[in-house]
């Protein structure tokens, strides 16, 4: 820095040409200062922003209880009511929607592009029981399923990638004691999910982001219609906007 | 911070020496060469560059820590408490606890855990195995997971299903976590004669 620096010589005159001179080329340095000044590793978090843009967190705590059926891979039609071939949106009210729905609203609009570069989302819930109250065969197929949606230019849109099974690991045969129901009912199972939304997520129907929510509904291949609900006990989603583009165009 | 604007001397008059320390090192310091004294910011730059990765210290932004154990580590109601409710029911896993320092005010802190548990008691048992994690000594009601039942009795012995053992994992997200020490552990409430935990981790990741 300051190559260009000239002092005055010694017996020379300081005048205010001279002086003015020296300020000007100083100024006009440290006001276009070139890359080799900026040493390796000086930059902390004093100088730069935050990566978070923004972020928000929420949590549901009692039982949730879910009946609506899978209607099959891509579709993501949301049903509200018992035992409806669709998904549900997961809420304190379960199946019924009749609640607060587990939900993250950055509070404003965000557009995936540049620096924003996307959502991280962290997801886990408590499965506390998958039933089939009427099936005695032990032939019932039963799996919970899960998935993540963003609402992205004005509709919520299913991130697909993101559906998660679990099975509900159904206990029949010789020794098992106490019924049916009590079996299932300790089935305590995790279900996490992380995953990042970058905008190539949302090519359509575009990549404003703003909420995120979590979808479930039920499996079954044997099991009678209306006799399977899903129970959900601690869950929480977490979501954060970061900045984690890299340019390195030099 | 704006550039630097230096106010010229006037020409053809007498400096006051005050006025040119002032250009030097004074404290309005967009009039002064003293923002190189660490005062210095983006609008300094010479706009045809940008900052490079290598530019910014390791750390800075974003930081965290992870803990996490080996082998298993075996709990037993013959010395715990009986209910769930007693003072000091919950008993830290050792392993699966961390205490880290956030240099800065965080915008976001993140805790995940990851744990395998498992037990050995009938299904119709009315034992209980419970986690919950606990931050900055605060029960996070949204991290309680229950490690269940797995065992039958078959022709007098006792029957393990395998499939039954769990693996458990949780997080939870804090804002505006202040500069400081925090601690994060998991805890477990065991009243069943036996249960086998194989810690994974404990990881806190914070950014400015």
Redesign the interface.
């Given at each position: 820095m300051a190559d260009k620096f000239s002092p005055i010589s010694t017996g020379d005159e300081?005048t205010?040409?001279k002086?003015?001179s020296l300020?000007?080329s100083?100024?006009t340095e440290?006001?276009?200062?070139?890359?080799t000044a900026?040493?390796?590793?000086?930059?902390?978090?004093v100088?730069?922003p935050?990566?978070?843009v923004d972020?928000g967190?929420d949590?549901?705590?009692g039982t949730h209880n879910y009946t609506n059926q899978y209607p099959g891979w891509g579709n993501s039609g949301i049903v509200i009511g018992a035992n409806a071939t669709g998904w549900s949106i997961i809420n304190t009210g379960g199946t019924a929607g009749s609640g607060t729905d587990l939900e993250v609203d950055l509070g404003a609009d965000y557009v995936l592009t540049g620096s924003n570069s996307g959502l991280l989302i962290?997801f886990?819930t408590?499965v506390?029981a998958l039933d089939d109250t009427t099936t005695a065969t032990g032939t019932s197929s039963l799996y919970g399923l899960f998935k993540i949606q963003v609402y992205a230019n004005g509709a919520w849109r299913s991130i697909q990638r993101t559906e998660r099974y679990t099975t509900a690991?159904m206990?029949y045969g010789?020794?098992?004691?106490?019924t049916l129901a009590?079996?299932q009912a300790?089935?305590?199972?995790?279900v996490?999910i992380r995953t990042f939304i970058s905008n190539a997520d949302l090519a359509t129907p575009g990549h404003v982001v703003r909420k995120v929510r979590v979808l479930t509904c039920i499996s079954r291949k044997l099991a009678a219609a209306g006799s399977t609900q899903l129970s959900l006990?601690?869950?929480?989603l977490?979501v954060?906007l970061?900045h984690a583009s890299?340019?390195?165009?030099? | 911070m704006a550039?630097?604007?230096?106010d010229?001397?006037?020409?053809?008059?007498i400096?006051d020496a005050d006025e040119?320390m002032e250009?030097f090192n004074g404290h309005y310091r967009p009039k002064s060469?003293s923002?190189?004294n660490g005062g210095?910011?983006n609008?300094?730059?010479?706009p045809s560059?940008?900052?490079?990765?290598?530019?910014?210290?390791?750390s800075?932004?974003?930081d965290g820590n992870m803990i996490g154990a080996t082998g298993n580590l075996d709990q037993t109601s013959l010395s715990a408490s009986t209910t769930e409710t007693d003072a000091n029911a919950y008993k830290e896993i050792p392993g699966c606890g961390i205490e880290f320092y956030v240099?800065?005010t965080a915008?976001?802190l993140?805790l995940?855990w990851q744990i395998v548990a498992a037990r050995a008691t009938?299904?119709?048992g009315s034992t209980a195995v419970q986690l919950r994690l606990q931050y900055d000594g605060a029960i996070q009601?949204?991290?309680?997971?229950?490690?269940?039942?797995n065992a039958?009795?078959?022709?007098g012995n006792l029957?393990r299903?395998l499939?039954?053992d769990?693996?458990?994992?949780?997080?939870?997200?804090k804002?505006n976590v202040a500069k400081g020490w925090h601690s994060a552990s998991l805890t477990i409430f065991c009243n069943a004669l036996q249960a086998r935990l194989r810690i994974r981790n404990m990881k806190a990741v914070w950014?400015?």
């Open positions: 300081a205010s040409t002086v003015n300020f000007s100083l100024q440290v006001n276009a200062l070139p890359i900026i040493q390796p590793g000086s930059l902390h978090d100088h730069l935050s990566l978070v972020s967190t949590s549901i705590t962290m886990n408590n506390v690991e206990q010789p020794g098992i004691s106490g009590s079996a300790s089935l305590s199972k995790d996490p006990k601690e869950t929480n977490s954060m970061i890299l340019q390195e165009s030099l | 550039d630097i604007s230096i010229p001397i006037v020409a053809s008059s400096m040119v250009s060469l923002m190189l210095l910011e609008s300094n730059r010479d560059w940008t900052i490079q990765s290598d530019h910014i210290r390791r800075a932004l974003c240099p800065y915008s976001v993140i995940t009938l299904y119709a009601s949204d991290q309680v997971r229950t490690i269940p039942n039958a009795s078959l022709g029957v299903f499939h039954r769990r693996v458990w994992s949780g997080h939870i997200m804002n950014f400015k």
